[in-house]
């Protein structure tokens, strides 16, 4: 008697629903891991900034160590004639021949600047950075070379062409550790136009309220603002609680907020909300603590 074995089909490979269910979990996967995965990595460009802030504190404290104990303008007058990255590039990388915008020299429209230490991770070029006040367009500010800027109490003698006024002496800071040295920009500008919390009875600048009060939109403004053939939104987040039309250079690039470098050489994260407050009972922009607007 004959016996039939029973016929076995041969499985090549996944059923249809099979290959869905997968490609489902992989998505789904996906869709965790990857924001996981940006945010790590602007946690690292964010702790990459951050070490060029604490090396820049103790540059400027070597220099400070080497001016009798003052430190430099923000913009350095006559002689010199530059911003305060070029006296405090050979405490930082020791770079010859760049401008005030960490660009070379001989080729101040480029992109790129050749200090590598003055420019953020996370700053990439905008293209307000490539005009002047008026919308005219200008290559030597253009691109991202300087992520960084000193607060507006930096401005010194150059702010009122009194070359030997100089910067600002340490003994001037009643509390350092509250007191902002550098603060991130988006635009190539050795002063950190952020207005107008940075105003006391010290300002000794007077280009800050022409930013403020004028119609630049370089800057972010409380405002809609149009700017070679863009327009760019108003940016509460900027200045928030501070009402007219004020601009603002301060870069939110990392996760909302900043990272501040204080005169003692301390860096630290704040949204910018946190710097200030809108009555101007608080400000870590000035020398008294507190911020109003010069009239």
Known sequence: MMHFLPCRRNRGGFTLIELLVVIAIIAILAAILFPVFAQAREKARQTACASNMRQFGQAFSMYAQDADETFPDL????????????????????????????????????????AQMSKCPAHFPDARAAFNGTGVPRASSGGASLSYAMADWAAGGSARGVPE?????????????????????????????????SWDENTRSTT?????????????????????GISYKKRDDVLPG????????????????????FVDSHVKWFKPAQTFKSDGSLSMWTLSGRWFRKP
């Open 165 to 197: 006024d100089g910067g600002r002496a340490v003994s001037e800071f009643a509390t350092p550790t509250a007191t902002i040295l550098l603060a991130e920009n988006y635009l190539n500008f050795t002063q950190m136009v952020f207005y107008p919390v």
């Open 75 to 114: 913009n350095i007058p006559a002689p010199v004639g530059s911003g305060w990255l070029v006296v405090i590039q050979p405490y930082v990388e020791n770079l010859k021949n760049i401008n005030e915008r960490g660009k070379d020299i001989t080729t101040p429209n480029a992109e790129d600047g050749r």
């Open 242 to 261: 501070v009402t007219g039309t004020f601009g603002s250079n301060l870069a939110t690039r990392h996760s909302g907020g900043s990272n501040y470098l």
């Open 208 to 228: 800050a309220q022409g930013y403020a009060d004028g119609s630049d939109c370089r800057f972010d403004k409380n405002v809609d603002c149009t700017l070679g």
